[in-house]
Each structure stands twice: as C-alpha cells, then as structure tokens.
C-alpha cells in the first residue's frame, strides 16, 4: 500500500472547519483514500473514503486533488468531540483478500473553545 | 451501521496465564478479520490477518506460537494471547472485512490487556 505524510498535530476552534491534508504522492491507480479517526482508548471509526471525486457525508468530506496524490478532510464545524487522532490511509481494494490496512501516525486534531 | 463486538474490553491477568479475546461481527459476514496492537501513544499496528476456515497470516515480526488466532466461523475470530508477559500489555483491536460489501471495513472497539 502507498505511503502516506499527515502532520502530527492540529489545532481547530470549536464551530471552525477542521481541514486535515495528507499526501499520498505514490498512489495508485486503484488505490482508494481512506480517512480514520480514534478517540483515545477506542477502536478507529471509519470517516469517509473516496478513489478521485470529492465525496461528502454526514460526518465530513473528502476533497482529492486532480493528480490524487493529496487529500484533505475537511470537519464542517468541528465540536471538542472531534477531538482525536485521524489517519489517512490508502488501499486497493481487492476481491479475495489483501485488504489490509496499514496505518501512519496520523495527527492529533484537538478542538478547543 | 456494521458493527464489530470485542470481548473483553479490559482483562487482567498473572503473568504466564493465557488469555482469549474474542471478535465478533454482530450483523455481516466477515471471511477476513485484522488483528493490530497498539500500545499508548502509538499508531496501530498490524499482526495477522485472520481468514475463515485456514491459517492467519502473520506479519514479520509477530509470534505465530505466541499470539494464537482462530477464525472458526464467519462471525467469529479469536486471538489468544499464550504464556502472557507484562510486555504483551497492550491495546487489542480487530477489524472485520464484510464480505458483501467490498471495501468495508469495521473495527472493534479494542480489549485492553495487561499483564501483571
């Protein structure tokens, strides 16, 4: 799987958009973007993922330059319960197996009033 | 939303006693199921890849005869952490793969062991 560079560290006013970039700048072409999140001493949380649109649900979105070889997250109004740790990932996603995934360091989002 | 159950979430134990966590896809199929370790302030790191009915695949590094894995059915894979040490102390996590729908991936919510 494609390498990925997150900064470590982030900080966001709570009601400001949270915007998390990751590179990718290895991808593949049938490699997809995926985003994570963990709260401290729990399980990650599946956010969003895409392959190249832009896509959008009720928790973020997801904005993949043209080249795919960044990404950013963007959290609408982040809350102090976004505060966490957000991995960006990149997989193939492959019939039969091989769908691991392999995680970075990820940055440390914290949203303060 | 898919949902994947870990039990225990938290377990103590005497060092050199064996321990059993287990991992369960509550409402999909799972053929593939992803053991990591994470230990504090650390990204999450994989050790096998469990798949139904065979062998897991390990990943370098990781003791096969020290971390035992067991997938037998499509909803439930077991990790048994053999002859504990206090350097096994660890957050736990498994993945499931839903095999109906490709590409989804859901997480447990973790079993936190430690080894005294």
């Known amino acids: 799987d494609a390498k990925t560079t997150q900064p470590p560290s982030m900080d966001c006013a709570e009601g400001r958009a949270a915007n998390l970039p990751c590179n990718h700048s290895?991808?593949?072409?049938?490699?997809?973007v995926y985003w994570y999140r963990q709260i401290h001493s729990q399980g990650p949380q599946y956010i969003i993922h895409?392959?190249?649109n832009n896509e959008t649900n009720e928790m973020a979105s997801l904005i993949i330059t043209e080249d795919r070889k960044s990404s950013t997250l963007i959290l609408p109004h982040a809350t102090l319960r976004d505060t966490a740790v957000y991995y960006c990932?990149?997989?193939?996603?492959?019939?039969?197996?091989?769908?691991?995934?392999?995680f970075g360091t990820g940055t440390q989002l914290k949203v303060e009033l | 939303g898919a949902v994947v159950s870990q039990h225990p979430s938290w377990v103590i134990c005497k060092s050199g006693t064996s321990v059993k966590i287990e991992c369960r896809s509550l409402?999909?199929?799972?053929?593939?199921m992803f053991w990591y370790r994470q230990f504090p302030k650390q990204s999450l790191m994989l050790m096998a890849t469990s798949n139904e009915g065979s062998k897991a695949t390990y990943e370098q590094g990781v003791e096969k005869d020290k971390f035992l894995i067991n997938h037998a059915s499509l909803t439930l894979s077991t990790l048994t952490v053999t002859s504990a040490h206090p350097e096994d102390s660890s957050f736990y996590i498994c993945?499931?793969?839903?095999?109906?729908?490709?590409?989804?991936?859901?997480f447990g919510e973790g079993s936190r062991l430690t080894v005294l």
């Open positions: 290895t991808i593949s072409g049938n490699e997809y």
């Open positions: 990932i990149v997989r193939a996603i492959l019939t039969g197996g091989g769908n691991k995934l392999t």
């Open positions: 895409g392959l190249k």
């Open positions: 409402d999909f199929q799972a053929t593939t």
């Open positions: 993945s499931a793969l839903d095999r109906a729908s490709v590409g989804e991936l859901f």
